[in-house]
């Protein structure tokens, strides 16, 4: 139990460090770029704002203070949990960013649970089971985790929506608008965690504890899902966490390719605008989010193997 504590306050403390780390690097990426924030505030170039507009925008945003000025309010309304107003939308940040994360997360948690779920269904029925069908699926497998996203995304439009009209190709229009982009999410997702899933499977389906609960009459079903598969689970929930994270981010090309509301469009426009608030809000929610599933997945390793937080 202490180990366990011990790993989870040194994750904390780790966590800590990214989101600063994360908080200003972005940051200053925005603030040095090329571009005028002020400008962009008024709506860009052809707003033709005068230039005493722009002096009070400037003074109204604090944008005609020093870099290090504006970063170290920054860090002080980060402290206080403040995030900040958005330049374009005239709203908080956290009201944006609420507003248009349930969408996302519905997507994005959609698409990891079917990923996991056909993943370990998948490897742990094909794993030993002969030449041409272990290579048949590895071959699939390496063609569709290869195929980028929005291509995989096209082609099941192409198909489904346009060539047989059985799904909508974009808006809600209740779980059927779901479909193709939770498939288009799951598609590599599946096919990577299944090969690391099938790899592992392979050798431990070759050790002699495998061949002794056989020989104690346990049906193949129950020596694969019961034995073999809870030894073979540390590489697939340490990479489905982490695929997990990324997928909040993956979500831009999906969102946009099928005219779906979502943090991915939220930060598409925003960076488009230079609303330099929510593009930072939306990277400390990334890199929050990647810190506590990096948690997670630390303990249930822990729970599966013990001694892995003895050796962490």
Request: proline fraction near 5%.
């Amino acid at each position: 139990m202490n180990s366990r504590l011990t790993l989870v306050l040194v994750r904390l403390l780790t966590g800590i460090g990214v989101l600063w780390g994360a908080a200003t690097v972005t940051f200053l990426m925005l603030h040095l770029s090329a571009g005028d924030v002020a400008l962009a505030i008024l709506g860009g170039p052809d707003a033709l704002p005068t230039p005493q507009v722009l002096a009070r925008v400037r003074l109204e945003y604090g944008l005609d203070q020093p870099v290090w000025v504006q970063y170290a309010d920054y860090l002080g309304r980060l402290a206080r949990l403040d995030l900040g107003e958005s330049y374009r939308l005239r709203i908080p940040v956290a009201q944006a960013i609420a507003q248009q994360l349930p969408a996302t997360l519905q997507l994005a948690a959609l698409a990891a649970a079917l990923a996991v779920v056909s993943s370990i269904l998948i490897a742990t029925l094909t794993a030993r089971r002969g030449s041409w069908l272990g290579s048949a699926a590895s071959g699939t497998e390496l063609v569709i985790s290869s195929i980028p996203g929005f291509v995989i995304g096209l082609l099941l439009l192409f198909v489904f929506s346009f060539q047989l009209p059985w799904l909508p190709a974009a808006g809600y229009h209740g779980w059927r608008s779901l479909v193709l982009p939770v498939l288009t999410l799951t598609l590599p997702l599946s096919a990577l965690l299944t090969q690391v899933l099938r790899q592992e499977l392979d050798d431990i389906l070759e050790q002699p504890f495998i061949t002794t609960a056989r020989s104690r009459g346990l049906s193949e079903a129950g020596v694969r899902f019961g034995h073999a598969l809870r030894h073979a689970l540390i590489p697939l929930v340490t990479l489905s966490g982490f695929i997990f994270a990324s997928l909040l981010g993956g979500t831009v090309i999906i969102e946009a390719l099928f005219s779906r509301q979502g943090i991915g469009r939220l930060i598409y426009d925003a960076t488009t605008h230079k609303d330099v608030p929510v593009v930072l809000g939306i990277t400390l929610l990334a890199a929050a989010t990647y810190v506590c599933i990096n948690l997670l997945v630390d303990v249930a390793n822990s729970v599966i193997d013990p001694d892995r937080s003895l050796r962490s």
